[in-house]
């Protein structure tokens, strides 16, 4: 039988169930005829369907479990099992060049994010292993699956294949960080117990965050950042319905993960994250306001303009000013190199050292 579908199949052993059929009845000295008159089946549909030009209905298996005492759950799994090899058969031969390239695409994303080695090959294994890992049966679905607001982070050298990964990875690594519902409330008035983290040893900093953040219905993630996907934090409705931020560690430096993190609680407090966000623009009014609310839950307003009055940037003085409003001075030097009361310097600027095991 195996002969008679290398024609149709020159890759690869496909076997119909029409062949142990065949096999079957040639064991038990039965011709086709006469299991035709066993199931009251025409010869001619004997024939099709070992001949692997029909399928087994189930109809047709039934009869077969009465004629030969084999049970009809056998030959419809026999058929299943055979329509699902002839569709992955038909699947590698059909993958086209641009999933191929999506798959290349998002490879390495997946990779971070999962801790898996995708393999390459020809490229086929990648996508089967790719789409099981995405949830999607093709890749060039990922950029019409993808709402996510991503705000103004779409640019040069972007893709909307590797930022949808990441955040879908994101999503499914938090999905079962907590069940309870969404309380803004709770959220405002834990501002200053997120605060106080910064304070506690650096590397229980991601832990402490997402316990506090899940006690009011967030989920938080913490993440790797990846070529082609120019994301510091993120805010989302997920698939489930939870609110979850996903911050990545791009950089490193203590300054931009807080302000970072403040920045997208505040597009929660607001509730930005129910707003159609994906054409906003850098200056847009919605993200000055995140901005604003950032920067002034950090240090406060009235504080810190006495304290540019003064125009003393020394570090006793920042020291000081970052005692008074409960921040590292990491926050108070990124805070004044970003308004230009000092000039940048990676080496004036703290970062964590934490990110290096994640």
């Known amino acids: 039988m195996a002969t008679r579908l290398q024609h149709i199949f020159p890759d690869e052993l496909l076997i119909h169930p029409g062949e142990t059929i065949l096999e079957m009845i040639q064991d038990r000295n039965i011709s086709q005829k006469e299991l035709a008159i066993r199931t009251g089946f025409t010869e001619k549909h004997i024939s099709t369907v070992i001949n692997g030009q029909k399928n087994i209905s189930a109809e047709f298996a039934m009869r077969l479990e009465y ?17 699902l090899e002839v569709v992955a058969f038909n699947e590698q031969h059909n993958i086209s060049d641009e999933e191929k390239h999506i798959a290349k695409e998002v490879k390495q994303t997946v990779e971070t994010l999962t801790n898996q080695e995708i393999k390459v090959n020809n490229g086929v294994d990648s996508v ?10 093709n890749l060039t679905s990922l950029v019409p699956l993808n709402a996510a607001q991503y705000r103004a982070q ?15 990875l994101c999503e499914k690594k938090a999905e079962n960080q907590t069940d309870k519902q969404l309380d803004v409330e709770k959220l405002a008035n834990s501002l200053e117990l997120i605060k106080n983290i910064m304070h506690q040893d650096a590397t229980k900093h991601i832990t402490l965050i997402q316990k506090i953040l899940n006690d009011c219905g967030i989920l938080f993630v913490v993440e790797k950042d990846v070529k082609k ?24 430096f203590v300054d931009i993960f807080w302000f970072t993190l403040f920045h997208e609680i ?4 607001y509730g930005d994250y129910l707003k159609n966000q994906k054409h906003w623009e850098k200056d847009n ?29 020394s570090m006793d003085a920042i020291k000081v000013f970052a005692k008074i409003n409960n921040v590292l ?11 230009q009361y000092i000039p940048w310097s990676a080496d004036q600027r703290q970062t964590y050292v934490w990110v290096e095991g994640e």
């Open 329 to 339: 001075p990491a926050i108070v030097i990124g805070r004044l190199m970003n308004d």
């Open 229 to 252: 996907a120019p994301i510091k934090g993120l805010t989302v409705k997920t698939k489930k319905g939870q609110v979850m931020i996903a911050l990545t560690i791009r950089g490193k």
């Open 154 to 168: 779409f640019a040069e050298n972007t893709s909307g294949n590797v930022m949808y990964a990441w955040q879908y």
């Open 285 to 313: 009014i919605i993200e000055k306001n995140a901005d604003e609310f950032a920067a002034n839950t950090l240090i406060d307003k009235k504080s810190y303009e006495e304290f540019i009055i003064k125009k003393n940037f």
């Open 128 to 137: 089967y292993k790719i789409r099981q890992i995405l949830g999607v049966s």
């Open 67 to 83: 004629a030969l005492g084999v049970p009809a759950s056998f030959w419809r799994n026999l058929q299943t099992n055979y329509d």
């Open 266 to 269: 505040g597009h929660i407090i």
